[in-house]
């Protein structure tokens, strides 16, 4: 291992898209026919998807965030109520809580899954929480069974952000079946790309309902809901909702990568793998801790160092990396470090173990258009880079 002295000619991204030919033509298809906008095509990959995950419904959305959005005012979530999430993930698993004026509470993480810790959660309930926000980090499933009980004891909602998880299982059972509602996102790093987008799954049709009608403005044109009814044209605005609709463009993407998300999902098993292998010897790196009960989609590959075994400066390494054109990255810095965040009041040491592991995690690149020689190149790089840290 490292004897191989090659530096990347190529810089090789963290993450990235998979568009190949069939969903080029799937695109064109719609670009040719009657609806750009949401038509025809969104209700099938709506029902492609719902059905791919074993859930009732899907409801797609312009991109995640505005899909976890929509979940929030689904659930409920107003003025003043509290919705515990983890510090460990994107600011949009916050933000979504402070677009319907509530108020995001952090539990700390687990420092073996790196997930949000049920004993944490439990610590944090007040009269006023409303909801939990899980974060299935880096595609290995949340705590579920725990945290849905603790939901069930204080009559909470579940909204699940799997944002990372497509394809990812738990206790047999698939992610997007199991919580309230489920969020996705299919930015082009994460397994399936729409370009943006993002889609609740729920086997609650009062939820789906209130979806449907979030994504458009608040309307309806359903007869059964309208107060007045002046005609066949007549359409009603019950609530503030706001335009988060999907195309028929995205759409089309979107039902073509589906077909192909356990190839996705399988490609980048095979590469965790040859990670896993290679730095199994490695006392300085902690490599992604899984738990049996469930099986990861792997959105991200974490390592973690041990800085016990061997004084290693993460930013110099990370640097280190980038030169050899190896796209590292870091997930995530804790929402709360955010200044916007900071400026709301929360404090850093909030919680501890989120903080601990942000020092210390490189996210490596993983994603299925990868080669075996890229890993190749990743591994060796990170051996040269830690090399010159030894005695
Ligand atoms: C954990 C998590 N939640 C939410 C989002 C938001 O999704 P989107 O980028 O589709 O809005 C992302 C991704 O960007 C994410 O990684």
């Not at 038509?39 to 409801?59: H, I, L, M, R």
């Not at 983890?86 to 809580?97: G, L, Y």
């Not at 706001?242 to 077909?259: C, F, H, P, V, W």
């Amino acid at each position: 291992m490292a004897k191989n002295q090659r530096i990347r000619a190529e810089y090789l991204p963290y993450g990235r898209q998979w568009v190949d030919e069939a969903d080029v033509n799937e695109v064109i298809k719609v670009l040719q026919s009657d609806y750009l906008t949401t038509g025809p095509v969104v209700t099938e990959f709506e029902q492609a998807f719902a059905s791919n995950v074993d859930a009732k419904y899907a409801v797609a959305f312009s991109n995640g965030t505005a899909a976890l959005h929509g979940a929030c005012f689904a659930a409920g979530i107003e003025k003043g109520d509290e919705v515990i999430t983890t510090p460990m993930t994107f600011a949009a698993s916050a933000n979504c809580i402070l677009y319907q004026g509530g108020k995001p509470i952090f539990a700390d993480i687990n420092n073996q899954t790196y997930n949000i810790d049920p004993n944490e959660i439990k610590k944090k309930i007040t009269s006023k929480t409303k909801a939990i926000i899980p974060v299935d980090f880096t595609g290995q499933p949340a705590n579920l069974d725990e945290i849905l009980d603790i939901a069930k004891k204080y009559n909470l909602v579940v909204i699940e952000d799997a944002a990372h998880a497509i394809g990812a299982t738990y206790k047999n059972r698939k992610v997007g079946s199991i919580s309230d509602m489920t969020m996705f996102s299919f930015h082009p790093v994460k397994h399936i790309t729409t370009g943006e987008g993002g889609i609740i799954t729920t086997n609650n049709r009062r939820y789906y309902e209130a979806l449907i009608q979030f994504r458009s403005h608040g309307i309806t044109r359903n007869r059964n809901k309208l107060i007045d009814d002046d005609g066949p044209w007549y359409y009603d605005m019950q609530f503030l909702g706001y335009n988060y609709r999907m195309t028929d463009i995205q759409a089309a993407l979107g039902k073509s990568q589906l077909k192909k998300v356990d190839k996705f999902v399988n490609l980048r098993k095979k590469f965790v793998s040859l990670y896993n292998n290679a730095f199994k010897n490695l006392d300085e790196v902690i490599t992604p801790h899984q738990l049996n009960e469930t099986s990861s989609s792997w959105h991200l590959y974490i390592i973690k160092l041990n800085k016990s075994k061997l004084a290693v400066n993460r930013k110099e390494l990370f640097e280190r990396l980038i030169k050899e054109n190896i796209g590292v990255n870091v997930h995530y810095i804790p929402v709360y470090y955010l200044s916007y965040y900071q400026e709301l009041g929360y404090k850093r040491g909030l919680c501890p173990k989120a903080e601990e592991l942000y020092e210390n995690i490189i996210t490596l690149p993983l994603f299925p258009k990868m080669t075996e020689s890229d890993v190749n190149d990743v591994i060796q790089a990170l051996y040269r880079a830690l090399n010159r840290y030894r005695k």
